[in-house]
C-alpha cells in the first residue's frame, strides 16, 4: 500500500469527514469521458458514473460550456422572482415528460420528499405504499417509504402510516391500496435493492387501481431516469403516466438538482406549501438544459439500449454460475447478483482499473455513463467477467 503522510488527502479527508460515508483508498483527482484518474496519474474505467449522476460522463463539452456561459451572469435567484434560464428548463422539462408543472430541488431525497408532502396536501390522506426492497432516499420521510430496516430503525418513529408490499406482486399492492391511500411510490427498476425490473403488467394495474381509488402514483425515476435505462425516462417504456414524477442524479450531470413533475389535472399546490432556497438556481437550471437537448439531439439512448442488451445476453453467456446467481437489468443499469459477498470483488475490479458499485451485499452494480465508447464498454465487460469468474478459484 502507498505511503501517505499527514498531509494526504486521504488523512484529512478521513480526519475531518463525518464518519457516515465507508471511503476506500482512492484518490480521484480528474474525469474525462467515461475515465476518472487518481493523483498517481492512473486511469480507471468510470462505472460508477457518480452513482448514476453523471450520464454524460465527465467533462462533457456541452455541461462544461453551459457552467461556464451561466455563471458569467447569474448563478442564483430565488424562485420569487422570474429568470429566463430557469423559464426554459422548466418548459423543457415539461415537455420531454409531458407533465404539466415542476417543482425544482436539490437532490432525489428532497424529490421524495416533496413528492410525499404534495401527495398528502392534494388527497387529504395520510397512507402511503411502498414495495420491499425499496430505496427511495435517507431523510426522514424519504426514509419512511425505503424497506431496509438497517437504514430506518435507527431514526424511528418516521412519519408512520407507511405500508411495505412485495415488489411485482399485483395481488398484494392492489389489496394495500385504500380509500386512504395518499400515494403509491414505485421504482421501475429498483437500484440500491438490487437492480430489480418492474414487470409491466404489474405496473399497469398498479396505476389503474391508484386511478380508481383516487391515490396518487409517484414514480421515482431518481436513478433510471435520463437515458439510463435505453428511453429518456423509464416510464416510457412502461406505458403508463405519474402522476408525481420525481427526478436527480443525472438531470444536470452531478450538478446538486432534483424535480418533482406534476400531471395536467392535478390540484394546484397551495401557496407556501413548500420551498427551496436554492432549487431552480439558473446553473443547474442551464446545466439541466444542455443534458436534455444533448440527450435528445444525438443516438446515446438507442446506444444505451442496444449495447446494454449486448452486454447482458454476453455476462448472461459468460460468466459461471458458481459464482453468479443471476444478471439482471436494462439499459446500462447492470446488476449481477452473486453468491458471494460483493466487496472483495469490487475491490479487485479495482485493481484492474475498473470502478464500480454494489448494491446490496452480493450484487455487483454496473452504471457506464452513456457517453463510453464500444472499445472501452467491452474492454471494461472483459475485466468484469474475468474477476468475478477468478472469484470461483
Known sequence: MTHIDETSTLMLEDRHSSGVYIKRDLTIVRGEGAYVFDDMRRAYIDCVSGQGASNLGHAHPAI???????????????EFLHTPTRAQYQAALCAATQMDRVFLCNSGAEAIEAALKFARVLTGRRHIVSTMRAFHGRTMGALSTTWNKAYREPFEPLIGDVDFVPFNNTE?????????????ILELVQGEGGIHPAEIEYVQAVEKTCRSMGALLIIDEIQTGFGRIGSLFAFQQYGIRADLLCLAKSIANGLPMGAVLLRTGLPSLPPASHGSTFGGNPLACAVGLAVLQTLQTTDLIKRARERGAE????????LSSQVVREVRGRGFMIGIELRQKV??????LGNEGVLALSAGPTVLRLLPPLIIDDETLWQAIEIVTRTVNNATR
Open 343 to 348: 466487496a472483495p470483488i469490487l475491490q479487485a
Open 64 to 78: 462544461v460550456a453551459a457552467i461556464e456561459s451561466q455563471c458569467h451572469q447569474l448563478m442564483v435567484c430565488p
Open 172 to 184: 398484494r399492492m392492489i389489496s394495500a391500496i385504500t380509500p386512504n391511500t395518499a400515494a403509491v
Open 311 to 318: 452486454v447482458l445476453a454476453y455476462l448472461n453467456e459468460n
